[in-house]
Each structure stands twice: as C-alpha cells, then as structure tokens.
C-alpha cells in the first residue's frame, strides 16, 4: 500500500484546497438556501449540522473517494468480525462486542466472546443490587455510602467523564470519587471527608501493574486498615476491575470480588467494560445497559449507512481535510452543558493517543499531518476566555459544538440563553463581520468617523471558520452512548485514512522506563552520569533540597 498522500485521490483534494480555499461559507449559504438541509444527518439521537464546514458536495465527493481507495468498509468489517487489527499487539479491537446489544456471535481466536461479556455484565449486575440495597456492607456492618475509583487513564477518564455527563441520574446515597493522580493531594484530598468504615475502592487497572493506581491502593489499603485495624476489613472495601487475575490476588483482593475484561479492550475505549462499574454503582445497572445501547446504535450506523449518509465517516473525513488539506493543528470540542465538562479531556486521551502517531501500521514514517491536538471546555465559559483567538486568531480552529433541546436542570431562561449561545458562536464564525459592515455599525452609534475608520479594523472577523454542530433532545445515558461512539468511530475512520494503527499507544512507554531509572536514583540518594546536564542537575537539586 502505497503513503496515502501518493494517490491520486489525495492529490485531488490538494488541488480542490487550492479552489476552496478563496470561497467563504458566507457566500456558499447564500448562494445555496437548502444548503442546512441537505448537510445534516439524524441518527441514534444525534442530529448533525456540518452545513457550516468549507466543503462542497465535491469536497465530499472527493473525501468519500479517499475513503474508498484506503478501504474503509474493509477496515471496518474487520474490526467487526475480530480480526487482530491492533496489529503492533496481535489483538483485535472489540469495544463494540461490549455493547453488542444485539448480541450477534463475534468470534476472536474461532471462539465467541459474547458469553463472557454478559457473563461480566450479569456480574455487575449483581454486585451493582448488593451495593445498593445494602446487601454489601462494610467491614464493621456499615451500609456503603462513597465509592472511590483508584485508576489512571483509561481506567479513569471514561468512568469520571460518563458519571459527571450523567449525574442529573445520580442515586443520592451513594457518592462516587475518582482518583487518579500518584500526587498524593488526590488521594488524600478525596480521603479526607469520608469515613472508611463506609467507604468501597474499586482499583480499576488492565494490566494491574500500573504505578500510579498501585501507590494509590496501597495508601487507599494503608487508610482502610489503619481505622479498621483488620486485615480481614479488605474484602469488605476493594473489589478490583482487571485483566490480571494472579496481580489481583497478589495485592489481597479476593479474585472472587473481580470482575474481568479482556485484551481486546484498549484502555481508552474501556468504559463499556466492567471499568463501567463506577458508572453503574453511580446511576444504576439499567441507566448503563442504556448507555451500551446508544453506542450499540451508533456502531449499527457506522457499520451499514452508505458513507455519505454515515455520521461518524463524514465527521471523521471532514476532519481529514482541516487537517491534511487546509493546514488545522487542532481540533475544539466545546460542549454547551456542563455536565460534559470532562467530554474535551476525555476525547483529548481517545483521539491524541489513538491518532498521535508518526509512522504507519507497517512501520513507516508518514509524510502528512496526523491526529491534531484536542482540546476545548464547556460553553458558555469558554467564550469569556479563549474563543478570541479562534474568532480573530491567525489559526484555523475547527470546533463542535454540542448541546441538548432540552436540560435536567429547566431553570428561568437559562437553558435557552445557553443554547442561544450555541447558536450565535457557530453563526459568527461562519459569518464574520466585514470592515463595512464593523463600520457602519459604529457610525450608526454616533462615533466620530476617523475613530470608527480606526476600531473597524480591530472589530473585523474573518469569519469563514468552520463547525460541527451536534444536537440531542436531552443529554441521556442512551445520546451520551451514542457520543461517544461517534467520536470513537471518527477516531477510526481517521486512523485509517493516515495508515496508522489507532490501537496501540507505545508512546506512553519511553517516559514511564526512565521514570524507573531515576526514582531509583532518588531513593539511593545518586544520579547517575547517563543523563544530560539537564537532567542531572534537576534530580540532583532535588535530592539535595529534599534532604
Ligand atoms: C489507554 C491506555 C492507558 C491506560 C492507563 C492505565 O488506552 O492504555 O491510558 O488505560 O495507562 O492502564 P491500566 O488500566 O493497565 O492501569
């Protein structure tokens, strides 16, 4: 297989840039008043508008044609049936089987994997009814009213993410805490207020050797035990979410208080596993069966609608050409709901360590742009901080816009000021505001006309910046399932348009090692000579100042 920017096909889109990129969206809206209703889709609850993107129906001939040249239906049949498409690790990349609400056999190795999952499910299930029936109890006979999740990473972010979006379905007795951080302010912090006797950690970790989450358990344990006073107290308060049976057992939790996930699970793309059970224990077992059927929805979408009609393949080309063809470094996500506040830190893991890659499947360094950086915070915050830039900027600044009809929280008018806000930011950065336009209106307040001929200039916007935006009737667990698929399967049609491996993550590795190379150094006290001046001279100050 050729680069991807050897084929014809990519050369094409270069060429169509170069047509593009004199049109503005002002003038495409005029020039076609169905344009909104030819560029939307509505599916599993979402309903997108990417009418405001600088494409044309031939950019997303020519997108879908690339689309086609790398084999994206191929690539998605694959993941599908279990094929090891993780190819640096020999695994297959099966999040979709854990919300296989269809239950359809997807077999990996010749062995179907559906019974396992619902095994683990059913497992939840259960544990899910004790917690909260007070049939699990504490140590000392306390019912349990503050769970903590002890996890980094995917371990984390998912979980943390999908309890905050849903809180509004929040069981009130029980709290759920998450830490994350080897920073011991986390965990003591977290600790402070709550009361051990009452008190659940689940140390969610794949491989169960991960630093971070292991210190973190330890001093959890350390806690538990130095108020209870008991060993025995530990099978009461740590149940463990993990690949890693023998790992388990070796740190004292009882593997019976286990529940397991599989290697086809990427950490990033966890959360529809047992590493769920934070947001089971949060907002019930059937609030997030119903999450697993959104997504389940949306995975149905991605896999049979026809490109052009596919929401997932059309965000994730569309995204291909800000990146590859008009020159965008980053991508925003800007929820307007504040209960998607961590959606932009959780997507930043999902796309940055899926599509954060330099070289292709085979190995070979690419000769194009690959994931761009992503970031973003909720509406309307944002708009009082940084949406300067992506107004007036010099950068090109994709955004999604995402936001429900209607809230959980229908207080006075602020739920339509909100989604007000929603609108205009996507409407002025479509339009922009011409120097005429800046200065007739400042003439119109009454400003003398060298003045206003001098603030016209700073009160231009560009406009012509393009967005996304996603609308869903309300923010449930069924449309948050069917979110985050969608930005799952973006991701994926992403990383197969660049020829890269989505699914492993091995630049995560290199700083971990040498982290082992000079916590040793610190705990005896030497640096060793290997490192640069740099490096040196930090740890040793350091280890000289903490003495
Ligand atoms: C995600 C990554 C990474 C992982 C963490 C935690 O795709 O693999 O973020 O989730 O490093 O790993 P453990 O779950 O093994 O502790």
Redesign the pocket.
Known sequence: MPLINQLPQWQELEQHWGQMCTQHLRALFAADPQRAERMHLETAGLYLDYSKNLITQETLERLLALAEAVDLRGWIERMFQGEPINNTEGRAVLHIALRNRANRPILVNGQDVMPEVNRVLDQMRGFVERVHSGAWRGYTGECITDVVNI?????NLGPKMVCAALSPYQNGSLRVHFVSNIDAAHLVGTLKPLDPAKTLFIV???????QE?LTNAQSARAWLLEALKDPQAVAHHFVAVSTHTERVAAFGIDPANMFGFWDWV?????LWSAIGLPIALAVGFDRFIELLEGAHAMDEHFRTAPFPENMPVLMGLIGIWYVNFAGAKTQAILPYDQCLRYLPAYLQ?GDM?SNGKGVTREGIPVAYSTGPVIWGEPGTDGQHAFYQLIHQGTQLIPADFIGAIHSHYELDDHHPKLMANLFAQTEALMRGRTYEEALAELLASGMDEAQARFLAHHRVFPGNRPTNTILMDRLTPYTLGALIALYEHRIFTQGIIWGINSFD?WG?ELGKQLAGVILDEIQQGQVSTVHDSSTRFLVERFIQQRR
């Open positions: 996890g980094i990473g995917g371990s969610a970790s794949k491989t169960f050797t991960t989450t990427g950490g990033r793309y966890s893991q360590e993550q995560v």
